[in-house]
């Protein structure tokens, strides 16, 4: 019955920016960490971003998208955000959030024990 819904993808050119949502609903426990990973056609998926589900919360981000990319959360409203600036072509693909009740961790960028995945979303960055 959980389900994690994705909005905020779109098409922008270099340097410009994104803000993506997910937003969590009908989940019988909670869950204690949310990944944003991204797929490119032909590529494994690949964690960008995580956080963990705390009122002061540890962030996580891969070397591609650290000092550009901000993870954060409305706790109330179940909702996690991925701010994206500066975005550059590299950054092109299909973005998913995922959430799963163990820890970050060392396992924030893998996509083990995941318990739900959002539908995915793209995004589009022109030269």
């Known amino acids: 019955q959980g389900q994690l819904v994705e909005t905020g993808g779109g098409s922008v050119q270099t340097g410009g920016s994104l803000r993506l949502s997910c937003t969590a609903s009908?989940?019988?426990?909670?869950?204690?960490?949310v990944t944003w990973f991204r797929q490119s056609p032909g590529q494994e998926r690949e964690g960008v971003a995580a956080v963990s589900r705390h009122i002061n919360p540890q962030t996580y981000y891969s070397d591609s998208v650290k000092g550009r990319f901000t993870i954060s959360q409305d706790v109330a409203n179940n909702t996690v955000y991925l701010q994206m600036n500066d975005l550059k072509p590299e950054d092109t693909g299909v973005y998913y959030c995922?959430?799963?009740?163990?820890?970050?961790?060392?396992?924030?960028?893998?996509?083990?024990?995941?318990?739900?995945w959002g539908q995915g979303i793209q995004v589009t960055v022109s030269s």
């Open positions: 009908g989940y019988p426990y909670s869950l204690d960490c």
């Open positions: 995922a959430a799963r009740r163990v820890v970050c961790a060392k396992i924030w960028y893998q996509s083990l024990y995941v318990d739900y």
